[in-house]
Each structure stands twice: as structure tokens, then as C-alpha cells.
């Protein structure tokens, strides 16, 4: 079995939704070689990270930044994982009111540090997600969960 970790925070809720897509969508039927394991950002720590052959980070967009949560887990783990993380294969979504930019180049930055490599353009949602907003979060945690199955990760 291959491994997808998906951590992510919400406050308010909308993260929450795109990161039930995400899961949806990397747990369907057709990915069958794939354990996925969903964390809270508060609950993840090193050992997940170890865990994982691919990576989906949600947030929100917090004062044009990653949320503190996700910050916060990301600057827990570094020391512990530097050195021995193969490259991980990694996508984002982010939920934002009007702009989400600012979070994809926060997370870029950071990626290049631990490192992640970056497997698909982000899905920014503005304002509460819609049906295709949800689509879109769905296909990309196919896409990823695929995509790991199938080695081309
Ligand atoms: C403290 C705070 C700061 C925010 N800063 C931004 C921002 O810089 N850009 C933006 O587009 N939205 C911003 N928002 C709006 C949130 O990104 C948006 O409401 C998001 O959907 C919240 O996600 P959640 O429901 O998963 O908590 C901010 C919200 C809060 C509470």
C-alpha cells in the first residue's frame, strides 16, 4: 500500500468541506493501492509525514498567509524530518474570501525548504465553496491518490 496524508485546518468550516472533497475523491472506488490517512494540522506531527509517499494541504487564507495552524504543524516537523524526507509529492487547497494568494506562496516557499514537490496547481476557493468548487477537490484527491498508485509520483 501506498500512502496519501492529507492534513488541513478549518475554523469556520469551508476548509472542512473542500478537505471532505479531497478525501472523497482520494478514496473512490477506482484507487484501490492507496491508504489515506486525514489530520487535523494540530494532530500532525513528524511521524505522519515519514509515513506518507504524498502529501494535500488545505487552509485558509489567514491575513494573506497560511493559517497559524498549518504553519504552526509545518514548523513542528521540520528539524524532525530534515534529512530523511524523500521529496514528497504535494498539492493545496485553500479556501479564502476574496484572494488565496498569498497562502499558494507562503506554502511554495516552505515546500522548497522541507522539501515538496508540487504536483498540480492549488485549488483556491473564494466564499463558500460550490458544487464545483467540491468537484475540483474531489478530482485533485483523485488525481494525487491515482497518481501515487500508480507510481508516476
Ligand atoms: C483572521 C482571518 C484572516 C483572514 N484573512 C484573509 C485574507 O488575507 N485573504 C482572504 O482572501 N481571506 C481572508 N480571510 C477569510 C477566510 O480565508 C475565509 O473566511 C475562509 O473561507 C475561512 O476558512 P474556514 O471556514 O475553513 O475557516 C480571513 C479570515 C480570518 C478569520
Known sequence: MKHLLVVFHSKTGNTQQLADAVVAGATAADVIGVQVRVLRAAD??????????????????NFGYLSGALKDSLDRTFYEVEGKLTPLPYAMFISAGNDGTGAVRAM????NGYPFIKIQDPV???GEPCADDLEACR?????MAMG???GIF
Open 148 to 150: 501515487i498508485d500508480m
Open 124 to 126: 483556491i476557493v473564494r
Open 108 to 111: 511554495e516557499r516552505i515546500a
Open 44 to 61: 500532525a506531527g513528524p511521524a505522519d509525514l515519514l509515513w506518507a509517499n504524498g502529501l494535500l494541504l488545505g487552509t485558509p487564507e
Open 139 to 143: 478530482q485533485l484527491g483523485q488525481a
